[in-house]
């Protein structure tokens, strides 16, 4: 166990010098960042386990938000404290890689952004899967963007989630699970997220874009959502949960 820490900018510098060395040797030396100046204790203090597997984004998110409620950690110091997320990239990097075979390309993975560059954020590893988690009312749709391992890239959290129109709405987010997942099997349905496909997340993005413009869609049932899509959601409607 070690105690969770906040990245601080120096420790963001050489976390990322290393992420540009690991993608041309995956066995390059991880540098020790768990002192100032890279970066300082979290207050509260909380422990993590360094050596914890997950089995999914939604085990990592449903670990840590056991961690932050145990000690009573406030949603403020939590969400949007890039640091943190930072240093949780950095302390469980070799998971987050798939013990270094899937080094992603973009920095932002593992180094968080600001929110104020909501997609930017929303592409990182750790972050969203916690942030998802951690609104009681997305809870029980949240296999959507947690169902896949902890170094894959979630097409849901990347089309839907980043988009803070849809997220804000658990009713939206309800009719997305409803269409687009597979209850049975624990993941999307095959061609949900797929470009050129009648009916996919594609589609209702653009299709409830152009719905709010006419209807108050953000007060409605899921159900009533449904029945307003038109035919070319007809195949997804029937599907089974």
Known sequence: MTALRTMLQQGENEFRKYLQAVRKNPSALRPDLNSSPFSQEFSPRIEVDEAKAFASKLDLAAYLDNCFRTVGAKDEAILGNKGLWTWLAYLWFDQLTNRRNNILKRDEHYICAETSNYRRYY??????????????????????????????????????????????????????????????????????????????????????QQLELTYDVYSMSPEQIVDLLPSEFDLWKRAKP
């Open 123 to 208: 592409i990182h590893l750790v972050s969203p899967p916690y942030e998802i988690y951690s609104k009681p009312d997305l809870r029980p749709f949240s296999m959507l963007f947690l169902y896949n391992p902890p170094w894959e890239i979630n097409d849901f959290t990347e089309r839907v989630a980043a988009n803070q129109f849809l997220t804000s709405h658990a009713n939206v987010i309800q009719v997305i699970y409803r269409l687009y997942f597979d209850q049975s099997k624990g993941k999307p349905r095959p061609r949900a997220t797929s470009r050129g496909v009648a009916g996919s997340v594609r589609s209702f993005i653009r299709v409830f």
